[in-house]
C-alpha cells in the first residue's frame, strides 16, 4: 500500500469513527442535548480533530443523515433484485421501509427530520451525496412501478405518473408507520402494528393493480 492510500484510509477510518461516535452520543442523549465535547469524549479524539473532519455538529449529524439514506437505499436495491414481478418490487419495497422503521428506528427517524434540519449556506459533496441517495430511492420506487406497468403487473391506468405515484405511496406508508409509534389512548383499541403495516402496504398495492 502507498504512502497516499494508506494515509486516505487512515482518514477515512477516523471520519467513520467521529460518525460512529456520534450516534452513539445523539441516539443517547438526543442531538440538542448532544455537544462536540460530547462527541469528541466519546471517540476519544480532541474537540479540535472534529473540525478537521466537520465543520459542525450539523455537518456531523448530515454524515449520520447520508448512513441512514444509504441503508435504506441498499435495503430498496435488496427487495427490487429478489422481485421477479413490478408489483413484487413494491410490495416489497414497502416491506423493506417498514423494516427499516424497526430494525434501524434511529436511522428511520433520522430521515424524518431531514425535511426540517437546516442545510448548509453552501452545497457541499456531503449534501449533494444526500440528495443523490435520495434520489437514487426515488428511482428505485419508480423503476419498479415502470416495470409493473410493463409487464402487466401494475395498472397503467392507476398510474399515470410513475413519480407522483412513487411519492404517494411512500407518504401513504410512513404516515401509517408513524400512527403506530405515536402514544395511544387507553380509551380505544388499535390494531396491532405488524398486522396494520401489512395491511396498508397490502390495500395500496391493490389500489394500482389492474
Given amino acids: 500500500?502507498?504512502?497516499?492510500?494508506?494515509?486516505?484510509?487512515?482518514?477515512?477510518?477516523?471520519?467513520?469513527?467521529?460518525?460512529?461516535?456520534?450516534?452513539?452520543?445523539?441516539?443517547?442523549?438526543?442531538?440538542?442535548?448532544?455537544?462536540?465535547?460530547?462527541?469528541?469524549?466519546?471517540?476519544?479524539?480532541?474537540?479540535?480533530?472534529?473540525?478537521?473532519?466537520?465543520?459542525?455538529?450539523?455537518?456531523?449529524?448530515?454524515?449520520?443523515?447520508l448512513r441512514a439514506a444509504q441503508s435504506l437505499q441498499h435495503r430498496f436495491e435488496t427487495a427490487m433484485a429478489a422481485g421477479e414481478t413490478g408489483v413484487a418490487q413494491i410490495?416489497?419495497?414497502?416491506?423493506?421501509?417498514?423494516?427499516?422503521?424497526?430494525?434501524?428506528?434511529?436511522?428511520?427517524?433520522?430521515?424524518?427530520?431531514?425535511?426540517?434540519?437546516?442545510?448548509?449556506?453552501?452545497?457541499?459533496?456531503?449534501?449533494?451525496?444526500?440528495?443523490?441517495?435520495?434520489?437514487c430511492v426515488n428511482d428505485l420506487m419508480v423503476k419498479a412501478l415502470q416495470n409493473g406497468i410493463q409487464d402487466g403487473s401494475l395498472s397503467e391506468t392507476y398510474i399515470q405518473s410513475p413519480l407522483q405515484t412513487a411519492f404517494y405511496l411512500q407518504g401513504a406508508l410512513h404516515g401509517v408507520i408513524m400512527q403506530t409509534r405515536g402514544a395511544k389512548s387507553s380509551q380505544s383499541d388499535y390494531p396491532e402494528a405488524g398486522d396494520l403495516i401489512k395491511y396498508t402496504i397490502a390495500m395500496l398495492t391493490n389500489s394500482i393493480e389492474p
Avoid at 36 to 49: E, F, G, K, P
Wanted: some cysteine; proline content about 2%; overall charge negative.
Fill in 91 to 135: 410490495e416489497g419495497i414497502g416491506h423493506a421501509y417498514h423494516a427499516f422503521s424497526v430494525d434501524q428506528a434511529n436511522y428511520f427517524d433520522v430521515l424524518t427530520s431531514m425535511a426540517t434540519f437546516p442545510g448548509p449556506e453552501d452545497r457541499d459533496a456531503q449534501l449533494v451525496a444526500l440528495d443523490h441517495c435520495r434520489e
Fill in 1 to 65: 500500500m502507498t504512502v497516499r492510500r494508506r494515509r486516505a484510509k487512515e482518514k477515512q477510518e477516523r471520519h467513520d469513527e467521529i460518525l460512529d461516535a456520534a450516534e452513539l452520543a445523539f441516539f443517547d442523549k438526543g442531538y440538542e442535548q448532544t455537544s462536540m465535547d460530547d462527541i469528541a469524549r466519546t471517540a476519544q479524539l480532541s474537540r479540535a480533530l472534529l473540525y478537521v473532519y466537520f465543520k459542525d455538529k450539523a455537518a456531523i449529524m448530515r454524515g449520520v443523515m
